[in-house]
């Protein structure tokens, strides 16, 4: 019998990308998850999104070994496409997931608020069927019917995440 012990997460951190290699790391991360572990095509991994996104990289401290990755595009200064979250297989336990959906957030609310966005913005997503209620979790709701991009069935999901300015 498996005890009820949670085991701990192991230390980490989260980083905006700057450097090319670090883009890179999030690359291997992302062809491992969807390439390799889900079958994705690997020619649909990098796209014309990739220079314009921003990165965030979850990388185990002190070793800096790559784990998880998400980006976000500005779409305007009110709406954005978180895209690309991906955690290794043998780390999902950890909640690594929610915690690159969370560092996303807060650089969409420094983002929205430097560009004088009050109120609510929209981040969407499109969720691969599997996983939308890991998002309904963080609070996107469902938005159309489900739809076919690059060969799976995905849900169009929303938040409307509230800005801490007044």
Sequence with gaps: MKPDIQ??????EIITVQASQDRELCY??????FHHEQ???????????E?????????LTP?????????VQALDAQHYKLS????LKEYRRFNFGKE????????????????????SVQIITHSQIPVKGFYARLDFTFWGDEFDEDGAP?????LYLHLDNN
Excluded: N
């Design 51 to 59: 220079d314009i996104a921003t990165h965030f990289l979850l990388r």
């Design 84 to 87: 690309r979250l991906a955690v």
């Design 100 to 119: 690159l959906v969370d560092a996303l957030h807060d650089w969409v609310r420094a983002a929205a608020t430097q560009a004088s966005q009050t109120g």
């Design 154 to 158: 995905h849900q169009k999901m929303i």
């Design 39 to 49: 079958k994705f095509p690997l020619d649909t991994e990098i796209d014309e999104y």
């Design 28 to 33: 291997c991360v992302r062809i491992e998850v």
């Design 7 to 12: 085991t701990p997460a192991p230390s980490h």
């Design 63 to 71: 070793s800096l070994d790559p784990v998880g990755t998400i980006r």
